[in-house]
């Protein structure tokens, strides 16, 4: 039974670090969808006869950090994606959404180009999503969080929170989330922790997100002992990804596969020992490997834009690319967005899921067309697989 439970897991993708919460499946259309979701998986059609199973929502693009690897620095750096937008999505333009959430299984709010506590509705948002009984969590850098936040998102039924830190060395942390408060952030992990025991919120999940880089890598093991002390559950490690040419010797990628390998198994001993759950991106690429994202779930962005990947939301500059021999290669390349549509133009998102661009982008992902842009030579499908 273990084995089933933990193959279906698989299936989940984003949400396999953390349980996954049967209690979400009971409902019928949830249900179908997401059975219609698994049988079909690995037929890899190019139209998709059921919904996104996850949604990320971009609720804020104003961010109180100002981190020399952000995205939002590509924004200030290239005049072709417009500049940083400085918005704050009212509660009123998701009600376009209300359609489709009774299919979806998760929605995970994150700032996107910024901190979803920078959005004063919120927990307005948070209320309007869960009246679907979907499963719902957020990702922040914390520093906004206080206690009255902590017992708020377990009253409100948040089901799983994932703070970001990239160490658990403070002068490290500090150096990677400009602004940040290393104090803060551990603090406000510990306080869900305690929330968590105050209240007996046993399915409440507390979650870190790492981003492994070629200057953090090698404090990994360590910090599966800072994540146990501060009572975090799972850890969903990614890899960085270079959006500014200051930062291209940050990809994890620069590390030796050998040595990866060899950190991921120690990795997965530790933290099958302490009892932490882990998400590990790909020690390299692989042939044959198909983007997740284009199947599994859609990107929410802050001006009603439903793409396929969170990081070519607008025609902009990448910087590497895997090529036809398999390597991640440098090349300072223009790449196209995925937007798929636009939920508030009133169109059916099945319709916009399946749109010319989404099933443009599946059968060029597919038919391993290197020359499709930005798909062909993506080298962040590899990431998390």
């Not at 279906?8 to 919460?21: L, V």
């Not at 929330?195 to 409440?204: E, G, H, I, P, V």
């Not at 025609?315 to 290669?329: A, M, S």
Request: proline share 4%.
């Amino acid at each position: 039974m273990n084995r089933i439970f933990k193959k279906i897991r698989n299936h989940f993708g984003f949400d396999a670090p953390a349980d996954i919460d049967l209690r979400h499946l009971v409902y019928p259309k949830r249900f179908y969808n997401v059975l219609k979701y698994v049988l079909c998986k690995n037929k890899r059609m190019e139209r998709l006869p059921y919904y996104p199973i996850t949604l990320m929502v971009e609720v804020s693009t104003k961010c109180n950090l100002k981190c020399p690897g952000c995205e939002r620095e590509l924004y200030k750096s290239d005049p072709r994606t417009g500049g940083i937008p400085r918005e704050n999505v009212k509660l009123e333009d998701f009600k376009g959404l209300e359609k489709v959430l009774p299919y979806v299984y998760s929605t995970y709010f994150v700032g996107g180009l910024g901190e979803p506590f920078m959005n004063k509705e919120f927990w307005d948002i948070h209320r309007f999503f869960k009246r679907h009984k979907v499963m719902t969590g957020y990702i922040s850098n914390g520093m906004l969080i206080e206690p009255a936040d902590c017992d708020k998102t377990i009253r409100e039924g948040v089901n799983r929170v994932m703070i970001s830190i990239d160490s658990h060395v403070k002068e490290k942390y500090e150096g990677i989330k400009k602004n940040a408060k290393f104090e803060k952030a551990v603090e406000v992990v510990r306080e869900f922790a305690h929330t968590k025991r105050r209240l007996n919120a046993k399915r409440f999940q507390i979650g870190l997100n790492y981003i492994f880089r070629s200057d953090n890598y090698n404090d990994a093991l360590d910090y599966l002992d800072f994540a146990k002390s501060l009572g975090a559950e799972y850890i969903m490690f990614t890899s960085f990804i270079t959006h500014i040419e200051a930062e291209k010797d940050k990809p994890f990628f620069l590390v030796e596969e050998k040595e990866k390998e060899d950190l991921y198994r120690k990795l997965k001993e530790k933290a099958r020992r302490l009892g932490i759950s882990v998400r590990l991106p790909s020690i390299a690429p692989s042939k044959g490997c198909l983007c997740n994202s284009l199947w599994h779930g859609a990107c929410i962005f802050y001006n009603g834009d439903v793409c396929a990947c969170p990081f070519f939301r607008t025609t902009r500059e990448f910087y590497y690319h895997v090529g036809r021999e398999n390597r991640v290669e440098y090349a300072k390349r223009e790449c196209l967005d995925t937007v798929m549509g636009n939920y508030r133009t009133g169109v059916n998102f099945l319709d916009i899921w399946n749109s010319e661009k989404a099933v443009g982008m599946r059968k060029a992902v597919l038919g391993g067309d290197f020359g499709f842009n930005p798909c062909g030579t993506c080298y962040y499908k590899h990431d998390l697989h």
